[in-house]
């Protein structure tokens, strides 16, 4: 069945550097796709989505990359806050739901 | 006030006990989802509703039930909890099946 996967279960990077979080999809015809941010004790927030005719797309401090060939995306997080500490995971439609990856734990040290 | 309220925000319970979980929205979304998040798995579908009189069954609703009363509630039952049933619960809702808004969960424990 379709799938949404992350590569990496946690990611640890220092405060101000970049950040990068993977997902790979199995949907070749998703028509989009959205990043999430759950903080501790908070509901998934929505944090920026691509349409699958893009490649790239950027928000505030955020960028999401979309590689079709290889059905994967990512999540680049420039100059990382400890703000952004908390789990992000990808989301693709999958019928009249949509399929959600585990997550990765980003932790942002000082 | 938040979008999507979920009550209670957490709750133990013991097994063989019924118990129900409330979400209610201001969004005006004709559709309300009950996901449930275990730890290292992503979140899976227990049922949805597209409007009043429709209900679905998700991935995942073998011991579950749910309730549309309106279109702002969207009520999610355990009817004889078991301990497997441990885990965060969220409602969520969207307009159409894109950029879901989702509360901020129920942390339930079975014992």
């Known amino acids: 069945g379709e799938s949404v996967g992350l590569h990496l279960p946690t990611l640890s990077v220092q405060e101000g550097d970049n950040s990068i979080i993977n997902c790979a999809y199995s949907?070749?015809?998703?028509?989009?796709f959205i990043w999430y941010k759950q903080e501790s004790g908070k509901g998934p927030q929505f944090i920026i989505d691509?349409?699958?005719?893009?490649d790239k797309r950027q928000g505030q401090r955020v960028t999401v990359l979309l590689n079709k060939t290889v059905k994967h995306l990512s999540l680049q997080i420039a100059a990382t806050q400890p703000g952004d500490s908390a789990v992000y995971f990808c989301?693709?439609?999958?019928?009249?739901?949509?399929?959600f990856g585990a997550g990765t734990r980003l932790t942002v040290k000082p | 006030d938040a979008d999507v309220t979920q009550t209670p925000r957490n709750r133990i319970t013991k097994t063989g006990k019924r118990i129900m979980l409330e979400c209610s929205q201001t969004?005006?979304?004709?559709?309300m989802y009950w996901y449930r998040q275990d730890p290292g798995l992503g979140l899976r579908l227990i049922y949805y509703?597209?409007?009043?009189?429709?209900?679905n069954k998700g991935e995942i609703s073998d011991g579950y039930s749910v309730s549309r009363q309106a279109q702002a509630k969207f009520s999610l039952s355990l009817e004889s909890a078991i301990p497997n049933q441990t885990a965060l619960y969220f409602c969520?809702?969207?307009?159409?099946?894109?950029?879901?808004?989702f509360g901020s969960g129920t942390r339930l424990t079975v014992v």
């Open positions: 949907n070749s015809a998703s028509d989009y």
């Open positions: 969004k005006g979304h004709d559709r």
């Open positions: 989301a693709a439609p999958a019928g009249n739901d949509m399929r």
């Open positions: 691509i349409r699958s005719n893009m």
């Open positions: 969520a809702t969207s307009a159409a099946n894109y950029g879901y808004t």
């Open positions: 509703s597209f409007d009043v009189k429709d209900i």
